[in-house]
Nanobody, 122 residues
Framework: QVRLVESGGGSVQAGGSLRLSCAAS????????MSWYRQAPGKEREFVSR???????TYADSVKGRFTISQGNAENTVYLQMSSLKVEDTAMYYC????????????????WGRGTLVTISS
């Protein structure tokens, strides 16, 4: 069982920056691959960004060029650096683990954190 904990949300003005963190805790012999989603009030949850198992990154068109996902120095930690924030970026941001590598074997996952709230004011 993996536990995901997000942090770093807050309130900033448009044009500002925030860095979100997600830490996965579970089996010490596994590497967890994680992505970010967000859900704005009254809207469906949407994909934001992902670090793929080959190390490549994927971004939603709405955040390309403004958000950067990266692996932390601590194992099973991922960051989302958000810059040039817009009012429409206001949402609860969720970390998801979609895959894990344990002792050379791959497993699919669909684990979610509780989210961290990002509020952007104009």
């Amino acid at each position: 069982q993996v536990r995901l904990v997000e942090s770093g949300g807050g309130s900033v003005q448009a044009g500002g920056s925030l860095r979100l963190s997600c830490a996965a805790s579970g089996s010490t012999s596994c590497t967890y691959y994680m992505s970010w989603y967000r859900q704005a009030p009254g809207k469906e949850r949407e994909f934001v960004s992902r670090i793929n198992s080959n190390g490549s990154t994927t971004y939603a068109d709405s955040v390309k060029g403004r958000f950067t996902i990266s692996q932390g120095n601590a194992e099973n930690t991922v960051y989302l650096q958000m810059s040039s924030l817009k009012v429409e970026d206001t949402a609860m941001y969720y970390c998801q683990s979609f895959r894990k590598l344990c002792a050379g074997l791959w497993y699919g996952l669909n684990a979610w954190g509780r989210g961290t709230l990002v509020t952007i004011s104009s």
